[in-house]
């Protein structure tokens, strides 16, 4: 069964610290997508990356970076230098083949950046 | 080019009431689909439709809830004797086509309140 674990369920650190949300994985196919959602306290859905299961490329856009890796079934995300902007609920989510394409997500994790 | 348009976006009923949730997805897609937000939770696949079809309804709770998405106009979640504990946030998302390859978009969501 599809299944997605965010271990933890709140971080908060100091504004420009590091910070890296974790993203643990189960599916019985080969063919997936994982997928970031942020959550601002505003409420709405804000997609911020998809990645397919064939391109274990770690990707990096601006302070945001994603560690892919299939061998620990792992998908973590890494804040660098964190804004009190990036304050929200993180949700990591998996979408898996064969037809209809619902997503199964994570509990989330609640970050929360202090100036 | 819009987005996926929910309205209201804020909903109060009283217990016994129905609940109506309109979604309209963005121009081009014929795909659907809702989800549902506990307090403090992930978001939960509840149903995937396709234009007068409904293709998934597995995460869908047996009784009072119903879901449509007819021909023309959009598509509707409908909570008929609404409890306490239909209190959530109610996505739509919406997608130009089936299989992973394809996006799924998300609305601002439904806040439904029954007091």
């Known amino acids: 069964a599809q299944k997605v674990t965010q271990a933890q369920t709140e971080i908060s650190v100091v504004e420009k610290e590091d910070v890296t949300l974790d993203c643990v994985y189960e599916?019985?196919?080969?063919?997936?997508?994982l997928f970031w959602y942020k959550q601002p306290p505003s409420g709405e859905l804000v997609f911020l990356i998809r990645?397919?299961?064939?391109?274990?490329q770690n990707e990096i856009s601006g302070r945001y970076s994603w560690n892919f890796q299939k061998s620990t079934s792992s998908f973590n995300f890494t804040i660098t230098a964190s804004q009190v902007v990036d304050s929200a609920v993180y949700f990591c989510?998996?979408?898996?083949?064969?037809?209809?394409?619902?997503?199964?997500f994570g509990q989330g994790t609640r970050l929360t950046i202090n100036p | 080019n819009a987005g996926v348009m929910q309205n209201p976006r804020h909903l109060v009923r009283r217990r016994g009431q129905e609940a109506r949730l309109r979604c309209s997805p963005m121009?081009?897609?014929?795909?659907v689909y809702w989800y549902r937000q506990l307090p403090e939770e992930g978001l939960k696949f509840m149903v995937y439709?396709?234009?007068?079809?409904?293709?998934?309804e597995s995460g869908m709770p047996k009784e009072r809830f119903s879901a449509e998405f007819p021909k023309e106009g959009p598509s509707i979640l409908r909570i008929q004797q609404v409890v306490r504990g239909d209190s959530a946030a109610y996505f739509c998302?919406?997608?130009?086509?089936?299989?992973?390859?394809?996006?799924?978009?998300f609305g601002p969501g439904t806040r439904l309140t029954v007091t």
């Open positions: 998302a919406s997608s130009p086509g089936r299989g992973l390859t394809s996006q799924q978009y």
């Open positions: 599916t019985r196919d080969t063919t997936y997508y």
């Open positions: 990645r397919n299961s064939f391109d274990e």
């Open positions: 989510a998996l979408s898996e083949g064969q037809g209809a394409q619902k997503l199964v």
């Open positions: 121009k081009g897609h014929s795909h």
């Open positions: 439709l396709q234009k007068e079809n409904i293709i998934d």
